[in-house]
């Protein structure tokens, strides 16, 4: 059974930093890219940054271009997401997906930052 | 970046068929056979209902199907049920490499 457990999130004020975690389980893990995706309250859903198989290609959303840093760790079949210069547009549920070419099958139960002073 | 455009809110009867649109571009919809939909229940995660614009997953009823001409993509859903009602996400590959989601449509089963 394919799991995805998200953990890291938290409440923290703007300009610091947190990263995020995913642990994935039930899969062949370094076969697939990884996404994170991401839902600020009342907002819909936003695709933020995905990573391919082996690490060697990245994508992000212009808005945490820069900021944010999507990273993988094959042998511990974990994928992460460092989130630095946080502000407040950045709270939001964490998702993270696995990533078929074009889609994304399996979603974790998302965590949940929280910036704000 | 923008989002694909889709409509707010969408409504029909047990039994009935409702369709929602997911308007983009050619760099996105109309570019790409990578169009997919999710149904997202609020505090849960969201699930994968459509992919490569008329694929259905294993498990997904058939009553779910999904389409697309030119830059607008569509997911019907028929014999609607109370267990429908949820939020619907559709997106898309991008020529950026990148991924885009609609802005959501809330289906209310009346």
């Known amino acids: 059974e394919v799991q995805l457990v998200e953990s890291g999130g938290g409440l923290v004020q703007p300009g610091e930093s947190l990263r995020l975690s995913c642990a994935a389980s039930?899969?062949?893990?370094?076969?697939?890219?990884m996404t994170w995706v991401r839902q600020a309250p009342g907002k819909g859903l936003e695709w933020v940054a995905n990573i391919k198989e082996d690490g060697s290609e990245e994508y992000y959303v212009d808005s945490v271009k820069g900021r944010f840093t999507i990273s993988r760790d094959n042998a511990k079949n974990s994928v992460n997401l460092q989130m630095n210069s946080l502000r407040a547009e950045d709270t939001a549920v964490y998702y993270c997906?696995?990533?078929?070419?074009?889609?994304?099958?399996?979603w974790g139960q998302g965590t949940l930052v929280t910036v704000s002073s | 970046q923008s989002a694909l455009t889709q409509p707010a809110s969408v409504s029909g009867s047990p039994g009935q068929s409702i369709a929602i649109s997911c308007t983009g571009t050619?760099?996105?919809?109309?570019?790409?056979?990578?169009v997919s939909w999710y149904q997202h229940h609020p505090g849960k995660a969201p699930k994968l209902m459509i992919y490569?614009?008329?694929n259905r997953p294993s498990g997904v009823s058939n009553r779910f199907s999904g389409s697309k001409s030119a830059n607008t993509a569509s997911l019907t859903i028929s014999g609607l049920q109370a267990e429908d009602e949820a939020d619907y996400y559709c997106?898309?590959?991008?020529?950026?490499?990148?991924?885009?989601f609609g802005t959501g449509t809330k289906v209310t089963v009346l």
């Open positions: 997106s898309s590959y991008t020529s950026s490499n990148t991924y885009v």
């Open positions: 997906a696995r990533t078929r070419p074009g889609y994304f099958d399996f």
């Open positions: 050619s760099s996105d919809v109309g570019g790409y056979n990578h």
């Open positions: 490569g614009v008329s």
């Open positions: 039930g899969f062949t893990f370094s076969s697939n890219w």
